[in-house]
């Protein structure tokens, strides 16, 4: 079953594009595989273990979980949507930090950033007419009522004010584990010059084409207007 996903995910071959594919071992618009950075006191064989959720994924946050098309939808229906809802913001900065959220890794914002909220709440909204949601549901632990009535409602529990923007960087690891500090480390000295000043000024769909595979960038949809796509 195909699924597709609305993310936010840098402009391919912009340095926080570039870093973030290093980090996960691959590029989801070229296909391409990577050489992750060396972290001393990490085995490369570890790192990559310890990112290969993540990397399925594709570097990204996420603003709509991925969902597939009803039927009667095509994929080329839902970049012109996603398009029309680009073109109703303007270009805002981020800025970056390196952080933990609950046991994993991730480039979270450095203060608070109600236009990121408001984007993720507007592509939830927006784009759910789309969405085919007639098979059941995966159980999810660990969610609060509030959490579990918007899984059910939308798919995801993390919208609206349980919204979280993150670029995971890691799966789950202890969090006070001698590893988890190393890898922090490392993350933080091979993010530090791409976390400042940055501009969101589009948002991108991504599509899984076959459960359980690599999720890859379909297209950059820029608040400009502009569509740029990268795959088929």
Known sequence: MTRYAVYYAPKPGSPLWRAGCQWLGGDAASGKALTQPEIAGIDAGVLAT????AARYGWHATLKAPFPLRSDVQA?????????L??????FALNLQVDWLDSF???????????????AA???VALEPLADRGAPLKPRAGLDPRQQALYRRWGYPYVFEQFRFHMTLSDTLPKESPQAKVLEQGARRHFAGVLNAHTVDGIAVFVE??????????AYCGFDGEVTRYGD
């Open 50 to 53: 310890l990112t290969r959720g």
């Open 105 to 119: 890794l991730a480039l979270r914002p450095a203060e608070a950033a109600p236009e990121l909220d408001e984007l």
């Open 76 to 84: 080329d229906t839902l970049l012109r949507h996603a398009a029309e």
């Open 86 to 91: 680009a073109v109703a913001f303007r270009p």
């Open 209 to 218: 084409r076959e459960q359980g595979g690599p999720f890859h960038y379909l």
């Open 122 to 124: 507007a592509c939830a």
